[in-house]
């Protein structure tokens, strides 16, 4: 099995040669400035007019990045609430007007989701090719960040997959990480 560090060193081969390498990439090769804590409470908008944002907090996690690495992540305040499992013994009398509440936030958070589908795949000219990638190219991206926490395993299993759609996804040559099988059955265990 591949160490951290190798896997960390095919990181960068997937990252300058894959990624951001050639015509076909069509676009990835573009940086961009992202704040990457797109929060609700990040953002202050006014008072008399909610429509129109006046001020932005927390850039510390500002950062000159690669298009596809923020892409697809939708920030809190366009994501789709999580639907919490219905209480038995809460009283009945308020139900209707609980479930009516609960299904005009979910349909605010609803347009809030489209809105931001379609602003950044239509009108973020320079986020377009990144949001229209296969999410198998950069999902190992996402766990870098993260071994401390995920392990090296969640890293090997993007690995995984990546090497077993290499030629689905019209990738040349032959993936520079191709585990053997009993490199997958210990990663199984693993």
């Known amino acids: 099995m591949p160490g951290l560090g190798e896997l960390m060193g095919l990181r960068t081969f997937f990252v300058e040669d894959l990624l951001l390498a050639g015509p ?10 992202i704040e990457g804590l797109r929060l609700k409470r990040s953002i ?22 690669p ?7 939708t920030p809190d305040f366009a994501a789709l609430p999580r639907v919490p499992e219905e209480d038995p013994l809460e009283n009945e009398q308020n139900e209707t007007e609980v479930s009516g ?18 602003v950044m795949t239509a009108l973020v000219h320079k986020l377009r090719p990144a949001r229209l990638l296969d999410p198998t190219l950069f999902r190992l991206f996402h766990y870098c960040h993260t ?16 090497s077993a759609r290499w030629a689905e996804l019209g990738l040349e040559g032959l993936c520079p990480y191709s585990p053997t099988e009993a490199e997958l059955k210990q990663h199984a265990r693993d």
């Open 101 to 118: 509440q609960k299904e005009r936030e979910l349909k605010d958070a609803s347009v809030c989701y489209q809105t931001y589908d379609v």
């Open 44 to 65: 202050y908008v006014s008072a008399e007019e909610p429509t129109v944002i006046t001020g932005l907090i927390d850039w510390q996690s500002t950062s000159i990045e």
């Open 67 to 73: 298009a596809f690495i923020y892409a697809n992540e």
């Open 147 to 162: 071994t401390w926490r995920d392990s090296a395993v969640a890293v090997r299993q993007e690995l995984i997959e990546l």
């Open 24 to 33: 076909r990439r069509g676009g990835m090769n573009k940086y961009l400035l």
